[in-house]
């Protein structure tokens, strides 16, 4: 991978390059922390890695929709096409220093601009000229703390946990395979569609795939890790390290990697009650024997909230139903219920102290 002195010329130089395409398409811990670095290595970078996400975005285009094969293809061709129109026109401009904050360096990102809306028109014309039946892609986005109920164009239901993210090809066939996205959390209700052999759904979860036809159950994708929990139905996983799993309701299964170590990954298997993992619905947590660490963890995704755990209080657990109504309310609760301290700091991070 690159190291955090690796420059770019371009936007379009840097939207070209394969890992950057993985890390906006695909990103985990991993990537995360590596791009996040060589950002951190020049503040000017912010505004190339922005322009070169949006050119990356005009690249997809819904490319889910395509066998491997010819989105390599097309990818190839877009690339190219990004080096004969960009370089030419660019490359000169960034030869002279570049001095931050003066108007008189204006020009040179017009001509980024003018470049990238110029690709945008051909790689809009070559992609509607090689696939126009693909549908445009549509996604649903939730803040902290919010939840949103989501009837998909099969009016099968999904529900969105807080800081989560669905990303589906909006119109579906009826012969079509029924296909989401997901980063974050969310319940699924899916309909059966009755009489149609090809009507599977798949979500996709990180590196797991999740098929079902008629069924209920919830997925959970965050930091490296793919929880999956079955209420009804049955439902098969792929893409694990241990081969295709079969599900039955009670089951959970939990996929985990260590971000650096692409050996270590590791499949979990085990009977639970389902209303446990999915009361976040009804705004509730379900604790059991759950460490303030891991809580804490649970709060960030859920609200957004950086909360410091004292180290000898890390390991203490609760069990038990709380609300998550108010984030302050279950603080304030929490407190309580373990005897310990928590304060908001000036810069709003939660601290859990001894009292």
């Known amino acids: 991978m690159l190291s955090p002195s690796t420059n770019y010329r371009t936007p379009e130089e840097l939207a070209a390059d394969p890992a950057f395409i993985r890390w906006v398409q695909d990103p985990t811990p991993a990537t995360d922390a590596h791009w996040q670095r060589w950002l951190e290595a020049d503040a000017l970078r912010l505004v190339l890695e922005q322009q070169a996400r949006q050119l990356v975005g005009l690249l997809q285009f819904q490319s889910v929709s395509l066998d491997l094969a010819n989105r390599r293809g097309l990818e190839a061709k877009l690339r190219q096409k990004m080096v004969e129109i960009a370089l030419p026109t660019v490359g000169s401009a960034l030869e002279a220093p570049v001095l931050p904050l003066r108007p008189r360096t204006a020009p040179g990102w017009m001509a980024y601009i003018a470049a990238a809306s110029v690709m945008a028109v051909l790689l809009t014309g070559f992609w509607f000229w090689q696939h126009r039946t693909i549908a445009p892609d549509r996604t649903y986005t939730t803040a902290y703390g919010q939840t949103q109920r989501i009837e998909l164009p099969d009016q099968s239901i999904v529900t969105l946990n807080a800081n989560s993210r669905l990303r589906l090809v909006e119109n579906w066939t009826?012969?079509?395979?029924?296909?989401?996205?997901?980063?974050?959390?969310?319940?699924?209700?899916?309909?059966?569609?009755?009489?149609?052999?090809?009507?599977?759904?798949?979500?996709?979860?990180?590196?797991?795939?999740?098929?079902?036809?008629?069924?209920?159950?919830?997925?959970?994708?965050?930091?490296?890790?793919?929880?999956?929990?079955?209420?009804?139905?049955?439902?098969?996983?792929?893409?694990?390290?241990?081969?295709?799993?079969?599900?039955?309701?009670?089951?959970?299964?939990?996929?985990?990697?260590?971000?650096?170590?692409?050996?270590?990954?590791?499949?979990?298997?085990?009977?639970?009650?389902?209303?446990?993992?999915?009361?976040?619905?009804?705004?509730?947590?379900?604790?059991?024997?759950?460490?303030?660490?891991?809580?804490?963890?649970?709060?960030?995704?859920?609200?957004?909230?950086?909360?410091?755990?004292?180290?000898?209080?890390?390991?203490?657990?609760?069990?038990?139903?709380?609300?998550?109504?108010?984030?302050?309310?279950?603080?304030?609760?929490?407190?309580?219920?373990?005897?310990?301290?928590?304060?908001?700091?000036?810069?709003?991070q939660i601290l859990i102290q001894p009292q």
């Open 174 to 348: 009826n012969n079509a395979t029924r296909e989401v996205w997901l980063d974050g959390e969310a319940f699924f209700d899916i309909r059966k569609k009755p009489g149609t052999k090809a009507a599977q759904f798949t979500v996709h979860s990180g590196r797991v795939h999740v098929g079902v036809l008629g069924t209920t159950f919830n997925v959970t994708q965050r930091r490296g890790t793919t929880q999956v929990v079955l209420s009804t139905g049955s439902v098969r996983l792929e893409g694990l390290p241990t081969g295709t799993q079969f599900m039955t309701p009670g089951d959970r299964v939990v996929y985990r990697e260590t971000a650096g170590l692409p050996d270590d990954r590791r499949v979990e298997r085990s009977r639970v009650n389902p209303a446990n993992y999915m009361a976040w619905q009804q705004r509730e947590w379900v604790l059991d024997n759950t460490s303030l660490e891991e809580i804490a963890t649970m709060l960030n995704d859920q609200f957004g909230l950086m909360v410091l755990v004292n180290p000898p209080l890390s390991e203490r657990r609760l069990s038990g139903r709380m609300s998550i109504e108010s984030p302050d309310v279950f603080l304030e609760n929490l407190s309580t219920i373990l005897g310990v301290s928590i304060r908001r700091t000036a810069t709003n």
